[in-house]
């Protein structure tokens, strides 16, 4: 009888910062290598790469045909909770008036 192993992933999902994502993706673009190669060289799954990829160069064409500057993720949660919370506070003054 031969021997049967049993591989599970027990590990969670990897956090990437957007400059290892923008480093991983700089490699497709440059290397001239197939994406599949350049994820499993990093550790990443070919779909996420193809869709950060994909995200990139989507980003990147929108922030060139636009005139405005480009704001991060981040500061547009922030700036929507302040709506909200804004929202909220007039909502309360409507209902005093």
């Not at 591989?7 to 673009?29: H, N, Y």
């Not at 499993?40 to 990829?53: D, K, Q, S």
């Not at 480009?70 to 003054?93: F, H, P, W």
């Amino acid at each position: 009888m031969s021997e049967i192993e049993i591989i599970t992933d027990g590990e969670r999902r990897r956090r990437w910062s957007a400059a290892e994502k923008l480093r991983i993706v700089e490699e497709t673009l440059y290397d001239g290598e197939s994406i599949s190669a350049v994820a499993r060289r990093n550790g990443v799954a070919p779909n996420l790469l193809y869709r950060w990829r994909k995200l990139m160069l989507e980003g990147g064409s929108i922030a060139v045909t636009g005139d405005d500057s480009v704001t991060s993720n981040k500061t547009v949660r922030e700036m929507e909770a302040r709506i909200r919370e804004l929202e909220r506070q007039l909502g309360r003054k409507t209902l005093e008036v």
